[in-house]
């Protein structure tokens, strides 16, 4: 075979299998897309006919049916039929030849999907009888696609005796847009074979493409062959030409093989002649090109020297910010601020004049970021930062600085969630409280991080110099003193330092101190306030909640050394202490034949760490406490940061046999998709929703909601801080029955308890509650 020919040849071959990929991967993707569409339109048709909720609901077969044979229309759906929220058949529809195919099982087809996700499951019938089996034969048999559309109601299906007017007002009513109740399923069987064969016009016309796509190569190609060859005549004549001696020029043939040697063997001739010139052409090329060399490398040089320059002085700049200033909020860092700080303290004594330090500490800063995560919580310091530095005006510090040009430390951040707002140069004391009280005002507008709209509150204390300390460590502790008092007294404010707070300073240490010695001394004792369950009067559990007996102050409430403790670090010792002490009094009950089903322990985010589980397991063996008694009262924060991590910890406490709370409900961010992925036993209502039932509407719908919602996910349910008949009274009427609060008892200590564990212990006030409720009733 000739040059042209084999060229011809593998152009054919490659445009061939180009042609034949092209055709598969468009075919393909045309299938895809078909089956896509016919998802897509079934889907938005189920979702577009409100009134299959209505039909279900009253089991209208003779609609249904009409319903299903609006699907009839394409050909590629086999059967339809429509299915209960359990999977029942309601009624069915078959369009193709499939009349007597056996369906998968419901369970089969929903199996790792979340009730109201589609589904999407295939399968293959064991023989195909269409008419498509030389079809079926080359894509390797019949397929069936089972579509399972979820049909959402906006009312609760489990409520007997609906009439559609509730249906259509659930419809309307703003309140129940986002309710997701399954009422059933339209499931629909589409045929692979069927779509194949819609398609095949498609492809018969992408192959006719191919084909005229080889044939327009292969002329292609036919003729750049005859280009190549042609200079073969012209050769021949050049050769005729250098033999005669009428030209001197070398052969320029373009081409290959066998023209290209030819040609060489005829350049030979004359190629001699040319020798000397041609070296001598060489030499100066060559040193043309070593002096380009040397220019250029000498220009590579300088360029990499100023390059190093500048990389040093970017290293420079990035080291001195990373030294001076905070990473997170660009503020000036302690460093920063202690070294200007003292400075400008020296040029205040000299010139006779006097600086004010703010030192801020946000309220409640840790309850945020253990709600919304950390990220949330670097974004709300941000924004905060951001909004210190607006509010510090040009007159408040203005030629106020120890250099010209230097860094300002007007506004810094220490550390976590404080700050600092120098003022120097200021004419009075009263001039600082111009600014904090324009800090506060900054602040209190909301602030919207990651969807949430916060409101985050600071506390300031005041320290003025030379007239509190003449130092930064004096100054900064006396500013930081005074923070604590604010704090103390209500936050969201600020306070001038005194003197009088380092006695209150003093206390607060030994405090700290005596709380370090509390375990060791036994002076933590524990109490249980029981909860109720108010149909049998008898007491189903019991919270456990530590109390420090001081030997100066007396019995100690947990308000006061608990937040004392997660600051000192100790939170997880106290916290072993009272998983421990609590099963080990629930064992010295049973063993007095007392019978208390549960007792009920609260968890520190703290203590809620990687060696908590293998912690809770040690206690179960060392007490021999059934951990089917043990229930652990969670925090929203905790569980919602639906880390790999967290959610492994929750699986293995329950693997353990504990129960799971989550306490304080409804004060947090929890989403309910979270919520409803973690092996959650129990949800309680907050008490601050208790108490303001009747004084907002909001509170008294978000408890009928929560209590709705325990129930649709099978949770138990308890509502804590119940103390009034008028709070018991609408909390049982809405479903809550389980009551704990100082309507039926206070945390009392063990002795205490062990009388109110006797069964319907509760039952003759109970029934005491509700006839005063009836006679109330009666005379209004």
């Not at 699907?71 to 999977?87: D, H």
């Not at 090109?289 to 290293?315: C, F, G, H, I």
């Not at 403790?565 to 997880?572: F, K, N, R, S, Y």
């Amino acid at each position: 075979m000739t040059v042209a020919g084999k060229i011809n040849a593998l152009v054919i071959l490659l445009s061939l299998f180009a042609s034949s990929v092209f055709t598969a991967f468009v075919v393909i993707g045309e299938y895809h897309v078909q089956r896509d569409k016919i998802r897509i339109q079934s889907t938005a048709k189920v979702h577009s006919q409100p009134h299959l909720q209505l039909d279900i609901y009253y089991n209208d077969i003779a609609a249904l049916r009409e319903t299903l044979s609006e699907f009839s229309s394409n050909a590629a759906i086999q059967y339809a039929l429509v299915r209960n929220a359990q999977g029942a058949i309601l009624a069915r529809n078959d369009t193709g030849s499939f009349t007597n195919y056996k369906l998968i099982e419901f369970e089969t087809l929903r199996q790792g999907i979340s009730p109201v996700e589609e589904g999407f499951h295939p399968s293959s019938p064991p023989q195909y009888s269409g008419g498509y089996k030389l079809l079926a034969s080359i894509t390797g048999g019949e397929k069936i696609f089972d579509l399972t559309i979820p049909i959402f109601s906006a009312v609760n299906p489990l409520e007997k005796k609906l009439t559609r007017s509730d249906f259509g007002y659930a419809l309307t009513d703003p309140r129940t847009v986002g309710s997701l109740h399954v009422i059933g399923y339209v499931q629909l069987g589409i045929s692979r074979i069927t779509l194949f064969a819609g398609i095949v016009p498609f492809a018969t016309t992408v192959s006719i493409l191919g084909l005229l796509f080889v044939i327009f190569c292969g002329l292609i190609s036919n003729l750049v062959t005859r280009r190549i060859t042609a200079p073969l005549s012209r050769l021949a004549h050049m050769a005729d030409q250098v033999v005669s001696g009428q030209t001197d020029r070398p052969l320029k043939i373009e081409g290959s093989g066998e023209i290209k040697e030819i040609a060489t063997i005829l350049n030979g001739v004359f190629s001699e002649l040319k020798a000397h010139k041609t070296k001598m052409d060489v030499d100066h090329q060559l040193l043309s090109m070593k002096v380009d060399e040397r220019t250029s490398q000498l220009s590579k040089r300088n360029k990499e020297l100023n390059k190093a320059v500048k990389q040093v002085t970017e290293t420079k700049d990035r080291l001195r910010q990373m030294a001076y200033f905070d990473s997170l909020t660009a503020l000036p860092n302690r460093r920063l601020f202690t070294e200007q700080l003292s400075l400008l303290l020296r040029l205040a004594t000299r010139n006779k004049q006097m600086l004010a330090l703010l030192f801020l500490d946000l309220d409640n800063f840790k309850r945020i970021n253990d709600s919304l995560g950390h990220s949330a919580g670097d974004l709300l310091l941000r924004e905060v930062g951001a909004r210190l530095s607006g509010c510090i005006r040009e007159s408040d510090v203005l030629a106020h600085y120890v250099e010209s040009g230097g860094s300002r430390i007007d506004v810094s951040r220490l550390g976590g969630d404080e700050f600092t707002v120098v003022l120097n140069q200021i004419d009075s004391a009263d001039s600082a409280a111009i600014v904090a009280r324009r800090i506060l005002e900054a602040l209190s507008a909301p602030m919207i991080i990651d969807g949430h709209e916060l409101v985050v509150t600071p506390s300031i204390g005041i320290a003025l110099a030379p007239r509190d300390a003449g130092d930064v460590e004096g100054l900064l502790k006396a500013a930081d003193t005074a923070m604590y008092h604010a704090k103390g007294s209500g936050k969201n404010n600020f306070l001038y330092y005194n003197s009088d707070m380092d006695a209150a300073s003093v206390d607060r240490l030994k405090l700290e101190t005596d709380l370090r010695k509390a375990i060791e001394r036994n002076e933590l004792v524990l109490h249980y306030q029981p909860q109720v369950d108010t149909q049998s009067g008898t007491v189903i559990g019991a919270e456990a909640l530590v109390r420090w007996q001081h030997p100066e102050h007396g019995l100690i409430p947990p308000f006061k050394f608990i937040p004392l403790a997660e600051e000192m670090g100790l939170i997880i010792e106290l916290g072993d202490w009272v998983l421990e002490e609590a099963c080990r009094q629930m064992v010295e009950l049973r063993d007095q034949g007392i019978e208390l089903p549960k007792v009920a322990v609260n968890v520190s985010a703290m203590q809620f760490t990687t060696r908590f589980i293998t912690r809770v397991e040690d206690v179960l063996r060392k007490t021999g406490l059934d951990p089917g008694s043990l229930e652990l009262e969670l925090t929203e924060g905790m569980v919602m940061d639906n880390s790999t991590e967290t959610i492994k910890a929750l699986n293995d406490l329950k693997v353990l046999g504990v129960s799971l709370s989550i306490d304080d409900f409804g004060t947090g961010y929890s989403s309910l998709s979270y919520l409803s992925r973690f092996p959650l036993d129990e949800l309680k209502i907050d008490r601050s929703f208790v108490i303001d039932f009747d004084k907002s509407d909001n509170d008294a719908s978000l408890v009928i909601a929560i209590i709705s919602m325990a129930k649709s996910m099978n949770l138990n349910l308890v509502a804590e801080g119940v103390e009034t008949h008028e709070q018991y009274h609408f909390l049982t009427q809405n479903g809550a029955n389980v009551i704990q609060g100082y309507l039926f008892s206070k945390p009392i200590p063990a002795d205490e308890l062990r009388p109110l564990l006797a069964p319907y212990h509760f039952l003759n006030q109970i029934q005491m509650i509700t006839d005063t409720q009836t006679r109330e009733s009666d005379q209004s």
